[in-house]
């Protein structure tokens, strides 16, 4: 079935850079567009970043200048580029592959940004 395994969630000081990753299995990767979104205690999961299948990204307003998603299809695996962290970015962070009507999550990872 389909899994997707989220990693390098942790603390890090405003300011400070983390990567995620999450690594797929059971799905043709390549087809899925990948995104990453995020919740924070007492808000609604909000996207964060999206990549399709064909590379093109999008991201929300407050991220822009700061995280980068990226891809890479041989490892089956989609990445979250964190920089200039910022306390507010403290939140899960989820995985999301989506293609046509299928439609899945990873379990979380935890960002907290904290001095």
């Known amino acids: 079935q389909v899994q997707l395994v989220e990693s390098g969630g942790g603390l890090v000081q405003p300011g400070g850079s983390l990567r995620l990753s999450c690594a797929a299995s059971?799905?043709?990767?390549?087809?899925?567009?990948m995104g990453w979104y995020r919740q924070a205690p007492g808000n609604q999961r909000e996207l964060v970043a999206t990549?399709?299948?064909?590379?093109?990204?999008n991201y929300v307003d407050s991220v822009k200048g700061r995280l980068t998603i990226s891809r890479d299809n041989a490892k089956n695996t989609v990445y979250l580029q964190m920089n200039s962290l910022k306390p507010e970015d403290t939140a899960v962070y989820y995985c999301?592959?989506?293609?046509?009507?299928?439609?899945?999550w990873g379990q979380g990872t935890q960002v907290t940004v904290s001095s």
């Open positions: 999301n592959a989506k293609f046509v009507r299928m439609n899945y």
């Open positions: 059971g799905m043709t990767f390549s087809i899925y567009t």
């Open positions: 990549i399709t299948s064909d590379g093109n990204t």
